[in-house]
């Protein structure tokens, strides 16, 4: 049984360009949240997908954005990179409806962004 | 808004002993959930326990316990019989029941377990 997986695991770019991080949810799985880790720090909630569209979002500006897909993947795309964008971006997929206490997130193991 | 607060940066423990991380936390709501997450050297989050508000009774899983006060916001995790394996990052989380996904997290601990 295939745990949440996310693609790259690292990625390099420079200031102002764009990047798409990938994720595959955990089978039986069809929601899929984002979350922001930088250095040495707690995630921070970015957006949470549900049936191809976005649920909730967190206090990030437009320049991230996602998708979903009706194979319950999900992209993440951040444009205009700025170095402080340079972080650990982790996916985490839970069953719809549920609680977060009875459908408790399952995470990747992330994509390590830098940007230059 | 809400927030978690994890006043320990780091923290050690002698293999086969006992250690205590310390969690606060504040929020208005009455119905939330309560987690703490290990995040070894791999990033992986992995879930090691959780707690719902509305009961007194604390959470055990194996050697894993929590002291949940709910007045005084607090929910510190206790590992019995320190093991190698723990040392990690443990992060202490929040999610309100209404709002499934966006967990909020504290800083973090850094446990570092000696033999």
């Known amino acids: 049984d295939a745990g949440v997986t996310q693609s790259p695991t690292h990625l390099i770019k420079t200031r102002g360009q764009q990047v798409t991080l990938r994720c595959s949810p955990k089978s039986g799985h069809d929601t899929v949240s984002w979350y922001q880790q930088a250095l040495g720090q707690g995630p921070q909630f970015i957006f949470q997908?549900?049936?191809?569209?976005?649920?909730q979002r967190g206090n990030f500006p437009d320049r991230f954005s996602g998708h979903q897909f009706p194979n319950y993947s999900s992209e993440l795309n951040v444009n205009a990179l700025l170095l402080g964008d340079s972080a650990l971006y982790l996916c985490?997929?839970?069953?719809?409806?549920?609680?977060?206490?009875?459908?408790?997130?399952?995470f990747g193991n992330g994509t390590r962004l830098t940007v230059t | 808004a809400q927030t978690v607060t994890q006043s320990q940066p780091e923290m050690s423990v002698q293999e086969a002993e006992t250690v205590t991380l310390s969690c606060t936390y504040d929020?208005?709501?009455?119905?939330?959930?309560l987690f703490w997450y290990k995040q070894p050297p791999s990033r992986q989050m992995i879930l090691v326990i959780r707690q719902e508000a509305y009961k007194q009774q604390n959470a055990t899983e194996n050697r894993f316990s929590v002291n949940f006060q709910k007045a005084a916001k607090s929910f510190s995790l206790k590992i019995s019989d320190s093991q190698l394996g723990d040392a990690a990052m443990y992060f202490c989380?929040?999610?309100?029941?209404?709002?499934?996904?966006?967990?909020?997290f504290g800083q973090g601990t850094t446990l570092q377990v000696k033999p």
């Open positions: 989380a929040y999610v309100s029941s209404g709002n499934t996904g966006k967990l909020i």
């Open positions: 985490a997929s839970s069953f719809p409806g549920g609680n977060s206490y009875n459908s408790p997130l399952h």
């Open positions: 997908y549900y049936e191809e569209e976005e649920r």
């Open positions: 929020t208005s709501e009455s119905d939330y959930y």
